[in-house]
């Protein structure tokens, strides 16, 4: 029982630390991002678009001062600073 318990407290942080290691990616990548309008992180593509507010944690970057985009190519979302809005 002990044995399961830990497997499933390492197997839970291994899984958050990815989240948020990809999660801080997808920021510094979108930061880095030159022009105006943000490139998508994960295919480079220009095409993208707002995204509607549909996850809870939406909330949390919109306070952190983040909205969320949609690449209108290979369809990832990802967020990007208020402040590159267009």
Do not use: H, W
Not at 4 to 24: E, K, Q
């Amino acid at each position: 029982m002990r044995i399961r318990y830990i497997c499933l407290v390492v197997f839970l942080a291994a899984m958050f630390s990815i989240a948020l290691v990809r999660t801080l990616k997808t920021l510094l990548l979108v930061y880095l991002s030159s022009g105006p309008k943000p490139i998508c992180p994960y295919c480079g593509a220009r095409r993208i678009r707002k995204s509607g507010a549909a996850l809870a944690s939406d909330r949390l970057y919109r306070f952190l001062g983040f909205c969320p985009y949609r690449c209108q190519s290979c369809f990832a979302r990802f967020y990007c600073p208020l402040a590159r809005q267009n």
